[in-house]
C-alpha cells in the first residue's frame, strides 16, 4: 500500500475564514473516491490551532501501488480540485510512503 500524505497552508487567517476554505476543500476532495477507483480511502482534516507553526489542512490517501498514485496524480477530477486548492493555499508540502 502507498499512503499519499498532503499538507496546506491556507490563504487565510481568521478562524471563519480557514473554516470556509474548509469546507471548500472538503467539497472538493469529498467525491473522489466514488469518481476514482484508485483511491482506497482518504481523510481530509483541519488543525486545531492549538499549537502555533502547524499547517492548516491535511490530507491522506491510501492507495494499492505506486501505478493507483500515478492514475490519481493525472486524473481530470484530480485535476479540477488541484485548481481549487492552489486558490486556496499559500504552502504545500508532501510525502508518499509504501506501508
Request: net charge negative.
Amino acid at each position: 500500500m502507498i499512503r499519499h500524505i498532503v499538507t496546506w497552508k491556507l490563504m487565510a487567517e481568521d478562524a471563519a475564514e480557514k473554516a470556509a476554505a474548509f469546507d471548500q476543500l472538503a467539497a472538493g476532495f469529498g467525491p473522489l473516491p466514488g469518481l476514482i477507483p484508485e483511491v482506497r480511502s482518504l481523510t481530509l482534516g483541519r488543525d486545531v490551532d492549538e499549537t502555533s507553526g502547524n499547517w492548516d489542512v491535511v490530507l491522506l490517501i491510501d492507495f494499492e501501488n505506486t501505478a493507483d498514485l500515478e492514475t490519481y496524480q493525472g486524473h481530470p477530477e484530480h485535476e479540477k480540485v488541484k485548481s481549487i486548492v492552489r486558490s486556496l493555499t499559500r504552502e504545500r508540502s508532501a510525502i508518499d510512503f509504501e506501508f
